[in-house]
């Protein structure tokens, strides 16, 4: 929904589910395009995975929704969530602007294993060149950022020396720069604990070139050797004016 002037946000207010989907309200699972977002949630999923949301509480004060990425064993899994945001009076997707959101992994990851948040041109399951920008996150180096070339291709992987532990709640803030393809992002526990971390001024993967709306992307890859899933919820989501780095 939008909450005043140039503002765009996902509490999960009116619920919804994998098995009793909500598809008349806006802010909702999957929920229905209006209120500065251009669609509702969509997957991308390989043959071998398959995603289940649900309803879960304790992001802040708000709503958000339980994301199980599942395949069986010795299968790949690689799938993502997705929605596409738009231009609304007072925030264009061509102009800076600020990502905000918060973030829990619910079930530890094994070696191998990562999840991924992004922006894309459109839903995908997995990164491309054709991404803006990405954070990365596994067992062995916690969170890690997507420093590109502008050009399709990747400049270096940068870890920010927060770890990717279960349970502990994260905001994430992204600045994202569309016309000089630029971007930083500040990670902080939302409890106040544990480590935080800001960046500096990053490049995007992608040509800096236009993005009219770009899909908002939470993803996951890995190889289950003993099959299962893996499980991380997302909420209080706020698209709106540049944030402040200081």
Known sequence: MTTGYGKITAEFAAGGSSEVPVINEVD?????????????WQSRLSAETSLRADPVTGLGSKHGVRISLKAAEGDTLTGA???AYENVPGLKTGAPHGISFL??????????????????????AVTSAYVSWSLLGDAQRGWCLVD?????????LIP???????????????????ANATWKVRITADAGEGKSYQSPTLNF??????????????????RLKKGGDIQFSVGDINID???KFE
């Open 28 to 40: 909702a699972y999957p929920g229905m395009k209006g209120d500065g977002w251009a669609s509702p």
């Open 81 to 83: 969530l997705s929605r």
């Open 103 to 124: 973030y829990r992994l619910e079930n530890p990851l094994t070696e191998g294993d990562s999840v991924s948040v992004y922006a894309a041109p459109g839903p995908s």
């Open 148 to 156: 590109g070339k502008k050009d399709g291709t990747v400049a270096r």
């Open 160 to 178: 920010t020396g927060i770890p990717l532990s279960a349970g502990t709640v994260w905001k994430i803030s992204v600045w994202a720069d569309p």
């Open 205 to 222: 993967r992608a040509k800096p070139v236009s993005m009219p709306m770009p899909n908002l992307t939470f993803g996951a890859n890995g």
């Open 241 to 243: 004016l540049p944030q």
